[in-house]
């Protein structure tokens, strides 16, 4: 079980780093950020893999956190992309 | 091996498989709407299918509720993201693809 969760959790970061080829192409803007959903949802399972996989459950909670905050980002480029925009604030 | 431990490693793999089809979805998928189906859907099932996994084989009744809440919350914020942004790629006049 070790190992499968391990090698799991690797997979899930080498996952992530194919994601990257995405935000290299873009084209758009909301292209490239759609993929922090992507690093977040990632994040939270490589957390809770490790989590169970060493018994520590402090690092679940660094997962709820990630999961509580998970899109405050896409939230952030949502909001203040229209102003940027137009190059106002 | 466990029953339940036999039933662990299936989920994981099984979300290990969705986390896969998630970023092949997002580097072919056309466009952005299609790449939120992506990275909304196949990856939220992908980590839902670990943390049933991780909830089979945890040590605990608390800490199994705690990987169901954080894969409730994971799943509420993409929902939202989701329609964030497809909202704010409408807005912007992006066409939704409708085929090759």
């Known amino acids: 079980m070790h190992q499968l969760r391990t090698g799991v959790a690797t997979f899930l970061l080498a996952n992530v780093l ?12 909301a292209d490239r950020i759609l993929v922090t959903q992507l690093f977040g949802t990632s994040a939270v399972a490589v957390l809770l893999l490790l989590a169970a996989d060493q018994g ?5 909670d660094v997962a709820l956190i ?18 940027v925009r137009r190059g106002g604030r | 091996m466990t029953v339940s431990g036999v039933f662990s490693a299936g989920f994981l793999l099984a979300g290990a498989f969705f986390f896969l089809a998630g970023t092949v979805g997002i ?3 056309p466009d952005i709407f299609t790449r939120l189906h992506a ?11 670990v ?30 993201a ?8 409408l807005d912007r006049g992006e066409v939704p693809w409708r085929g090759a």
């Open chain 1, 66 to 83: 990630f999961a509580l905050f998970g899109g405050v980002s896409l939230l952030a480029f949502v909001r203040l992309g229209p102003r």
């Open chain 2, 51 to 80: 943390t049933v996994s991780l909830m089979l084989e945890a040590p605990s009744y608390a800490a199994a509720l705690d990987l169901a809440i954080v894969w409730l919350l994971v799943l509420l914020w993409s929902s939202v």
């Open chain 2, 39 to 49: 990275v909304t859907k196949a990856d939220n099932l992908g980590l839902g299918l």
């Open chain 1, 56 to 60: 520590a459950s402090s690092i679940r």
């Open chain 2, 82 to 89: 989701a329609q964030l942004v497809a909202r704010d790629a």
């Open chain 1, 18 to 29: 194919v994601g990257l080829v995405r935000i290299a192409r873009g084209p758009t803007p």
């Open chain 2, 27 to 29: 580097l072919r998928f």
